[in-house]
């Protein structure tokens, strides 16, 4: 029985991009991030999305 090690993914990069299409009046945003060297997308949004950081220390 082989053993799986729990592997910690390599999050680059997390990105949130305004799109404004003039021709389609139409404006949202597209999130997405890099992981372990690919772009991963997580949706588009008719809202800005708020961003914030959290830091947690487990002792």
Do not use: A, H, L
């Not at 999050?11 to 372990?36: A, C, G, L, P, S």
């Amino acid at each position: 029985m082989k053993k799986i090690k729990n592997k910690i993914d390599k999050i680059t990069e997390i990105r949130i991009e305004e799109v404004i299409d003039e021709e389609n009046n139409e404006n949202y945003f597209w999130i997405y991030y890099f992981r372990n060297g690919k772009i991963e997308i997580i949706g588009k949004s008719s809202e800005k999305p708020q961003c914030y950081r959290q830091v947690v220390r487990y002792q």
